[in-house]
């Protein structure tokens, strides 16, 4: 009598089934001296290239890797490419989010079904260690998510490239996997961001984030957080809010001359010993004032670290119900004040260190006063 299937039979299923990050593709200026800066700073081995000794004419690409983290830093060989104007237009940044599926046409084809814009139609790529096929969709700004699948393929990243070793005695900082990845948007886009990601792939909100929780005396921003059906893409969207001065997003969206990724959050599992190595090697971190720890214990109970081990680092710490993170912000990767990295440690919590937006603010503040852009 009636169509309704029988409840009993519909299983939940990923409507987007993805596996993980698969890259992070940076346009640069000069990619073989940021190449330098990931192996010498941040600890990453060189394993491919592709560039004129290898048949690509217009571009070079250095494929960097530290356990499941890959990094592609790309420059254009010429003015007039695509990659050159990004440069000129944003600087360094992200260009990339590449996303690992096991069937980019069917993937591709999905989303594009439920409103995705196309990047690029699907490609088959091959050599002798098998092929890999990928397509592209466009995300917020000039970001695009390529959908990669590498199930025939052996090799060490894709065709077109050629296995390279670092010739600098590469010591690694102890960097997993990328932890998340943050967006921000123009202002008044959040809520079209989010969305897309809940149409196009399925993505769950999982926190959100407004000007009371997120403000200082200054400046102010909202945030949400959307995460993919087996939770190991989160995706943070910020915009900007009003405030007496200038956000730290608009800030970013001035530099970077629109909306963009904002910072990529690397988990490590010994945060102490990450940290005490980028600074030898000599990253900047943001810096927050000795207060800060002379209360924090009160605000997130016992830790197993020490204290004064995590003062001497300027590491910060924050409680949720599921358990503790660690964490710290680089200051920005390139001249513009735009990209910079997280080093997160997860003791449980599967937040992202609400507790110490306010500390940070008032450090990315400072930053600002300095640049004359507050
Ligand atoms: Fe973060």
């Not at 123009?186 to 989010?194: A, D, R, S």
């Not at 300027?314 to 599921?322: A, F, S, T, V």
């Not at 513009?336 to 992202?352: D, L």
Request: with cysteine; charged share 25%; proline share 3%.
């Amino acid at each position: 009598m009636s169509n309704t299937p029988d409840k009993s039979l519909v299983t939940s299923t990923d409507s987007f089934p993805i596996n993980g990050t698969d890259h992070l593709e940076f346009y640069v200026g000069n990619a073989k001296q940021s190449a330098m800066y990931y192996q010498a700073a941040l600890g990453f081995e060189l394993v491919a290239y592709a560039g004129p000794e290898t048949g690509v004419r217009d571009r070079v690409s250095y494929v960097l890797q530290q356990n499941k983290i890959r990094i592609v830093l790309t420059s254009s060989l010429m003015p007039g490419t695509e990659i050159a104007r990004h440069v000129a237009d944003h600087g360094d940044g992200v260009k990339v989010l590449a996303l690992w599926v096991d069937d980019a046409v069917k993937a591709y084809e999905t989303a594009l079904s439920r409103g995705a814009e196309s990047a690029f139609a699907p490609r088959t790529l091959k050599d002798d260690e098998g092929e890999v096929v990928m397509a592209a969709i466009k995300t917020y700004g000039e970001t695009i998510h390529t959908l990669v699948e590498r199930k025939n393929y052996t090799g060490v990243f894709m065709p077109g490239y050629q296995p390279r070793q670092s010739v600098y005695p590469v010591k690694s900082v102890g960097l997993k996997y990328v932890d998340h990845c943050v967006g921000n948007v123009e202002l008044g886009t959040m809520n079209q961001w989010v969305k897309f990601y809940q149409d196009v792939m399925g993505f769950k909100l999982l926190i959100t984030f407004d000007d009371k929780d997120i403000s200082t005396e200054y400046t102010a921003l909202m945030s949400k957080v959307v995460s993919n059906g087996n939770g190991y893409i989160k995706f943070p969207i910020n915009e900007p809010a009003k405030g007496l001065k200038k956000s730290q997003i608009e800030e970013y969206l001035d530099f970077y001359r629109g909306a963009g990724v904002q910072h990529i959050a690397v988990a490590t599992d010994n945060i102490l010993e990450t940290v005490s190595q980028m600074r030898a090697n000599g990253v900047d971190f943001l810096y927050v004032p000795e207060t800060y720890y002379e209360d924090v214990l009160e605000r997130v109970g016992e830790i197993e670290e020490k204290l004064e081990d995590l003062k001497a680092l300027n590491i910060l710490i924050d409680r949720d119900e599921d358990g503790y993170l660690l964490q710290i912000f680089t200051k920005p990767i390139q001249d513009r004040p735009t990209v910079f990295f997280e080093i997160i440690q997860r003791r449980g919590a599967k937040s992202f260190g609400k507790g110490n937006f306010k500390a940070l603010f008032e450090a990315i503040e400072r930053e600002q006063a300095l640049r004359g852009t507050l």
